[in-house]
C-alpha cells in the first residue's frame, strides 16, 4: 500500500481556503512572467521536502516568492486553454537545497510518485505549477502544486515516460 502522508488532510484544508491573486508582467526570455509579490497567503498548504531522515515542509507562498514563469498545459485531461504559472522546478531545488542531486521524486497526495532525473529540468523548463489563470491550484486542478513538462514548446515531451513523471496534488519531494 503506498505511503501517504499525514500532511494531506491540512493541505486538502489550506487549499480549499485560498484566496485568489493575479497574474501579470512578461518575461526577457520568451517566458511570460507572473508577479511574485500577489503570491504570499495567509494560510499556505505545504510540501514536504528532503532527504527521508532529514525532511522538513516548505510552503506554497514560499515556493512563490521565486520568480514565476506561465505555461499551457500539455495534458488532454486540463480544461483547453488552461495557462499554469510557478517557478521552474530547477528554483525550487536551489530553494530546498536539492539542487546538487542527480534525482528527486516527486509524489502526490494520492501516493503516486515519479523519479525526475536532473536531466530533465536542466534540458527542459519544468514548470511546479501552483496556480491557474492566476488563481492558486485547487484539489480539481490537481494542486497545490503539481509538476508541468512544456510540451507547448517540445513536442518531444508528449510521450508516455514525461507525461508519467508529470506527478500532481504533489505533497512530498525526496531526494
Known amino acids: 500500500m503506498p505511503r501517504v502522508p499525514v500532511l494531506v488532510a491540512a493541505t486538502v484544508a489550506a487549499v480549499l481556503q485560498l484566496a485568489p491573486a493575479t497574474a501579470a508582467g512578461g518575461g526577457a526570455d520568451g517566458a511570460p512572467r507572473v508577479a511574485a509579490a500577489d503570491a504570499a497567503r495567509a494560510e499556505s498548504p505545504e ?3 528532503g532527504p527521508v531522515a532529514y525532511a522538513r515542509t516548505v510552503s506554497i507562498a514560499e515556493i512563490e516568492r521565486l520568480p514565476m514563469v506561465e505555461v499551457p ?3 488532454s485531461m486540463d480544461r483547453e486553454g488552461t495557462l499554469f504559472q510557478g517557478p521552474l522546478l530547477a528554483d525550487v531545488l536551489a530553494l530546498i ?7 528527486v521524486v516527486l509524489r502526490g497526495a494520492d501516493g503516486y510518485g ?3 532525473p536532473r536531466e530533465d529540468w536542466e534540458r527542459w523548463p519544468l514548470v511546479l505549477a501552483t496556480r491557474a489563470h ?3 491550484l485547487g484539489i480539481r486542478e490537481r494542486g497545490p502544486a ?6 507547448h514548446r517540445h513536442p518531444e515531451l508528449d510521450d508516455r515516460i514525461y507525461i508519467d513523471r508529470s506527478v500532481w496534488l504533489l505533497a512530498e519531494i525526496e531526494w
Do not use: N
Request: glycine letters at 16%.
Open 47 to 49: 510540501i514536504r521536502v
Open 97 to 103: 537545497g536539492a539542487d546538487g542531486v542527480d534525482a
Open 146 to 151: 503539481r509538476l508541468i513538462y512544456p510540451m
Open 134 to 136: 492566476g488563481e492558486p
Open 73 to 75: 498545459s500539455g495534458l
Open 114 to 116: 515519479a523519479r525526475i
